[in-house]
T-cell receptor
């Protein structure tokens, strides 16, 4: 899986939107962009994923740049429960890639009450 | 709760002892994964099962580590002759097996401390 780059940490005020960036300049045409998050003392949990178009679900939105070399995870109203480490991961969707998730260090999001 | 469960949640052992962890995946999930996570780092892949077959192993999985998934249901991860460097959180995940990049659902992990 190709490599991603994320800021080590970010802060947000409660109830404000949060934009978590991810750079993946070496992304290939068959790579999906996945986001997982890990709350303190828990296993990671899936947040959202996309290929080319922007995606929305009940947890977040994913904005993908037109050239696909970067993406942004958007939490529309941060709550204290959103304080976690957020991981941006590329996954090969061609069927030829590995089944494993390759985690980096992610972005630690702190939410200020 | 029908999520992934792991037992025990915590294990403290002395160096040189053997330990075994269990993972019960979500029912009907064909794929099962083991990861290891040390403090301040993201999880690292250890091994992967498709049903009962172990199809992928990381170089991190030394010969002291062995994993099984008999009958394609629960899985066990055994560490023999534990070392202090084995201290970590061991995470299990499962996925339906529909796509190569299908969503993985993680358990709460087993925290191992080797004294």
């Amino acid at each position: 899986d190709a490599k991603t780059t994320q800021p080590n940490s970010m802060e947000s005020n409660e109830e404000e939107p949060v934009h978590l960036p991810c750079n993946h300049s070496t992304i290939s045409g068959t790579d999906y962009i996945h986001w997982y998050r890990q709350l303190p003392s828990q296993g990671p949990e899936y947040v959202i994923h996309g290929l080319t178009s922007n995606v929305n679900n009940r947890m977040a939105s994913l904005a993908i740049a037109e050239d696909r070399k970067s993406s942004t995870l958007i939490l529309h109203r941060a709550t204290l429960r959103d304080a976690a480490v957020y991981y941006c991961i590329l996954r090969d969707g061609s069927g030829a890639g590995s089944y494993q998730l390759t985690f980096g260090k992610g972005t630690k999001l702190s939410v200020i009450p | 709760d029908t999520g992934v469960s792991q037992n025990p949640r915590h294990k403290i052992t002395k160096r040189g002892q053997n330990v075994t962890f269990r993972c019960d995946p979500i029912s009907e999930h064909n794929r099962l994964y083991w990861y290891r996570q040390t403090l301040g780092q993201g999880p690292e892949f250890l091994t992967y099962f498709q049903n009962e077959a172990q199809l992928e192993k990381s170089r991190l999985l030394s010969d002291r580590f062995s994993a099984e998934r008999p009958k394609g249901s629960f899985s066990t991860l055994e560490i023999q002759r534990t070392e202090q460097g084995d201290s970590a959180m061991y995470l299990c995940a499962s996925s339906p097996g529909t796509f190569t990049s299908d969503t993985q659902y993680f358990g709460p992990g087993t925290r191992l401390t080797v004294l």
